[in-house]
């Protein structure tokens, strides 16, 4: 008699589902992906910035009575733009996030999220982010990520066949999930390294990040 197969990560793609369901309570709160922290850090000025000078110009122009004049009118749209911007990067940052549920792993994405059972869990490290970026990979390092490089980052490994791999990819991008890892920049990698591999089947509590380790149980 065969082995039976593999859990196989829950997937969901539909941005309208309900995030929090009476079935599916958090452990522990979630922790953000840095990389969505990161760009909203560096885009929020550029976004401010707009408002502001749609602000003052639109205020500057209706005291000179000079605003409706087309050429002058394009200061109005500044301030949509830059609250559109700024509210784009927002709702980026929020759907950013690592949270394990009872259930599993839950990495949600901007537009889609995965759930991924623990059984569907080998192991799981901290080590710096840089180490997810080598040889071929260096090119996907984007000039707002090279901040994050040498921080602490959770590394998951995972169980699955081909197929299964590639639909986690497909959903978290590229720079997430690669091979049979995911790479995920946190702001408390260790924490969330420990709650992870208490609630693996094999009881592995693997976390290479930190000082502290749990003793194995006789």
């Known amino acids: 008699m065969g082995s039976p197969a593999a859990p196989q990560p829950i997937i969901n793609s539909d941005l309208s589902s309900t995030e929090t369901s009476t079935q599916t309570q958090p452990a522990s709160p979630r922790q953000p992906i840095l990389y969505a922290d990161q760009l909203w850090r560096q885009q929020r000025f550029f976004a401010g910035f707009l408002v502001a000078v749609g602000v003052g110009m639109t205020g500057l122009l209706l005291y000179r009575g000079q605003l409706t004049t087309t050429a002058n009118m394009i200061w109005l749209l500044y301030i949509p733009s830059g609250l559109l911007l700024g ?79 590639a639909a986690i990819k497909k959903k978290l991008g590229g720079r997430v999930a690669y091979d049979d890892m995911i790479a995920l920049p946190l702001k408390d990698a260790d924490a969330l390294s420990w709650e992870i591999s208490s609630r693996l089947p094999d009881r592995l509590g693997q976390n290479q990040g930190g000082g502290r380790r749990r003793k194995r149980r006789r």
């Not at 940052?93 to 690592?98: I, L, Q, V």
């Open 87 to 165: 509210g784009g990067f927002l709702f980026y940052k929020y759907r950013s996030f690592a949270e394990p549920l009872d259930e599993g792993l839950k990495v949600s994405a901007l537009r889609s999220s995965v759930l991924i059972p623990y059984d569907s869990i080998r192991s799981v490290k901290v080590q710096p982010l840089s180490l997810a970026f080598l040889e071929k990979r260096k090119r996907m390092v984007a000039p707002m990520m090279k901040a994050l490089m040498d921080k602490p980052a959770l590394f998951v490994r995972l169980r699955g066949d081909e197929s299964e791999l």
